[in-house]
């Protein structure tokens, strides 16, 4: 049985900033830059450690065990997302480390993504309502100031406030829709709304419903979903690119793993569309207009960063197969859950190193544009390898990591019988391909006239890393497949 408090890893997330914190206050000079990553790094390979120690040793917390007077739940799902949110803090804050354009200011960055990280880990514990409110404005309020990171630069700002200004109104939709959801079943804890619906909810059915409704748009914010996706490519663009990795990568997982959470546990299936509530409809509505539009206005860009900001919301559009193929009486739920869990894992490392790639090109000065990575396979080859790698395994091109979660997570869709939204997902799959081979040809076949200097050690280092992951998770795939599987599969006994 587990020998440490259930909350260790994300208590390791929440110490490790304050640490950086005070250690940046106190420091007298301007030195110190090597301490503040190496307090990090550290800090987020602990939780990291400790998560993986609690989902793989016989400690007892799989199969869940509640803090808090049950307004916290410790499981499978919640180590599995923590251990997914420690390793892209791990591979953003050694990135940072040699990132010029927040030379000076590395602490205070380092506390922002530690904070919002310890955030997003109370998002996937969260087993109350009020719970998850409370953790998801832990996790938005540093985002907002880190897209706005760079004070001088007027795409940063600008992209803050609108980050902002759409979040607030998004917490307000999701806030009004748990008051709605509490009024009609007179609870916040999921397993109570989960035994009103159960039991009926009469007259107020139509409240309740209008509240699942607004919950949904709060997640559809956090995970870049269609209609709350508009924020992701002014965010991702603005601000500083390892701070779009984390955002990209870790942020939509955390939604995602609100989602799961709040309506596998709290709104089951049977009952609610017995009420007249089927929220599996809306979720396969919201999958392809996701995918279709992300995948789509991807391949209308012109500046590599952007494009990835719309991939970004192609794969949120994949991922929401995890609940649109979910059914009451379906024996597969838990394996097309937890594929969607195994993808979010893969993309944390593919999708990261490629933001991570873009900041090695803007630390050299490189154009942000399709053309301005003209030649750079020929000058910086290992990085130039690594990007092509990131690419076509979000891609989904055999034998990457992101082919065979991709695989799992289509099948997943065609075991629950939605052969048709397999087929879209495939279409979409295919189309992204033509636009990351845009960058593939201009790495690799355009010739170009950069003047280059430097190799940061740091970022090669994350880059390697991230490169690493998504490599090594093709013979490695089985067991995070059968973790996020069996991790999936307890929420629905």
């Given at each position: 049985?587990?020998?440490?408090?259930?909350?260790?890893?994300?208590?390791?997330l929440?110490?490790?900033?304050?640490?950086?914190?005070?250690?940046?206050?106190?420091?007298?000079?301007?030195?110190?830059?090597g301490?503040?990553?190496?307090?990090?790094?550290?800090?987020?390979?602990?939780?990291?450690?400790?998560?993986?120690?609690?989902?793989t040793?016989?400690?007892?917390l799989?199969?869940?065990?509640?803090?808090?007077?049950?307004?916290?739940?410790?499981?499978?799902?919640?180590?599995?997302?923590?251990?997914?949110?420690?390793?892209?803090?791990?591979?953003?804050?050694?990135?940072?480390?040699?990132?010029?354009?927040?030379?000076?200011?590395?602490?205070?960055?380092?506390?922002?993504?530690?904070?919002?990280?310890?955030?997003?880990?109370?998002m996937?514990?969260?087993?109350?309502?009020?719970?998850?409110?409370?953790?998801?404005?832990?996790?938005?309020?540093?985002?907002?100031?880190?897209?706005?990171?760079?004070?001088?630069?007027?795409?940063?700002?600008?992209?803050?406030?609108?980050?902002?200004?759409?979040?607030?109104?998004?917490s307000?939709?999701?806030?009004?829709?748990?008051?709605?959801v509490?009024?009609?079943?007179?609870?916040?804890?999921?397993?109570?709304?989960?035994?009103?619906?159960?039991?009926?909810?009469?007259?107020?059915?139509?409240?309740?419903?209008?509240?699942v409704?607004?919950?949904?748009?709060?997640?559809?914010?956090?995970?870049?979903?269609?209609?709350?996706?508009?924020?992701?490519?002014?965010?991702?663009?603005?601000?500083?690119?390892?701070?779009?990795?984390?955002l990209?990568?870790?942020?939509?997982?955390?939604?995602?793993?609100?989602?799961?959470?709040?309506?596998?546990?709290g709104?089951?299936?049977?009952?609610?569309?017995?009420?007249?509530?089927?929220?599996?409809?809306?979720?396969?509505i919201?999958?392809?207009?996701?995918?279709?539009?992300?995948?789509?206005?991807?391949?209308?860009?012109?500046?590599?960063?952007?494009?990835?900001?719309?991939?970004?919301?192609?794969?949120?559009?994949?991922?929401?197969?995890?609940?649109?193929?979910?059914?009451?009486?379906?024996?597969t739920?838990?394996?097309?859950?937890?594929?969607?869990?195994?993808?979010?894992?893969?993309?944390?490392?593919?999708?990261?190193?490629?933001?991570?790639?873009?900041?090695?090109?803007?630390n050299?000065?490189?154009?942000?544009?399709?053309?301005?990575?003209?030649?750079?396979?020929?000058?910086?080859?290992?990085?130039?390898?690594?990007?092509?790698?990131?690419?076509?395994?979000?891609?989904?091109?055999?034998?990457?990591?992101?082919?065979?979660?991709?695989?799992?997570?289509?099948?997943?869709?065609?075991?629950?019988?939605?052969?048709?939204?397999?087929?879209?997902?495939?279409i979409?799959?295919?189309?992204?391909?033509?636009?990351?081979?845009?960058?593939?040809?201009?790495?690799?076949?355009?010739?170009?006239?950069?003047?280059?200097?430097?190799?940061?050690?740091?970022l090669?280092?994350?880059?390697?890393?991230?490169?690493?992951?998504?490599?090594?998770?093709?013979?490695?795939?089985?067991?995070?497949?059968?973790?996020?599987?069996?991790?999936?599969?307890?929420l629905?006994?």
């Amino acid at each position: 049985m587990v020998t440490a408090p259930p909350m260790t890893p994300t208590y390791l997330l929440g110490l490790t900033a304050l640490a950086v914190l005070l250690y940046d206050s106190l420091r007298t000079d301007d030195g110190g830059a090597g301490v503040l990553t190496g307090i990090s790094v550290v800090g987020a390979l602990a939780s990291l450690g400790t998560a993986g120690w609690f989902l793989t040793a016989d400690t007892g917390l799989v199969a869940g065990m509640s803090e808090f007077s049950g307004a916290v739940v410790v499981d499978g799902m919640s180590l599995f997302f923590t251990a997914l949110f420690a390793a892209v803090t791990v591979l953003v804050t050694l990135g940072a480390h040699d990132y010029d354009p927040i030379d000076g200011k590395r602490g205070e960055l380092y506390g922002l993504v530690l904070l919002a990280a310890t955030g997003m880990s109370v998002m996937a514990s969260a087993n109350s309502l009020a719970t998850a409110f409370v953790a998801l404005e832990l996790a938005s309020l540093p985002s907002y100031a880190l897209v706005a990171f760079l004070k001088q630069d007027r795409g940063s700002t600008e992209a803050g406030l609108k980050y902002f200004l759409i979040g607030a109104l998004s917490s307000a939709i999701f806030v009004f829709g748990i008051s709605l959801v509490y009024a009609a079943t007179g609870s916040l804890l999921l397993p109570d709304i989960a035994a009103a619906f159960e039991s009926g909810l009469g007259e107020r059915t139509g409240i309740a419903g209008v509240g699942v409704l607004m919950i949904a748009g709060g997640v559809a914010y956090k995970t870049a979903s269609v209609p709350f996706h508009f924020w992701a490519p002014e965010a991702y663009e603005g601000a500083p690119a390892p701070v779009s990795a984390f955002l990209s990568s870790a942020s939509k997982a955390a939604g995602f793993a609100l989602a799961f959470r709040v309506f596998v546990v709290g709104f089951p299936l049977g009952a609610a569309t017995s009420a007249g509530i089927d929220w599996a409809l809306l979720f396969q509505i919201l999958a392809v207009a996701t995918m279709v539009l992300g995948n789509f206005a991807a391949a209308t860009q012109d500046k590599v960063k952007r494009m990835l900001a719309y991939s970004s919301i192609g794969h949120a559009g994949y991922v929401l197969i995890g609940l649109a193929a979910l059914s009451a009486e379906a024996s597969t739920n838990g394996d097309v859950m937890g594929a969607a869990m195994a993808h979010l894992f893969v993309y944390g490392f593919m999708n990261t190193g490629a933001f991570l790639f873009v900041a090695l090109a803007e630390n050299w000065g490189v154009g942000r544009r399709f053309e301005d990575y003209n030649g750079l396979g020929a000058e910086k080859p290992f990085a130039a390898v690594a990007m092509t790698a990131f690419l076509f395994s979000l891609a989904g091109v055999p034998p990457l990591g992101g082919f065979f979660s991709k695989l799992f997570l289509f099948a997943g869709a065609v075991d629950a019988g939605l052969w048709w939204l397999a087929v879209i997902a495939v279409i979409n799959s295919s189309l992204s391909l033509y636009y990351y081979s845009r960058v593939v040809r201009a790495l690799w076949f355009e010739e170009g006239d950069h003047d280059l200097s430097g190799a940061p050690t740091a970022l090669y280092a994350a880059l390697a890393i991230a490169l690493v992951g998504t490599v090594v998770l093709l013979p490695g795939f089985g067991p995070v497949i059968e973790t996020a599987q069996e991790a999936a599969t307890a929420l629905f006994a």
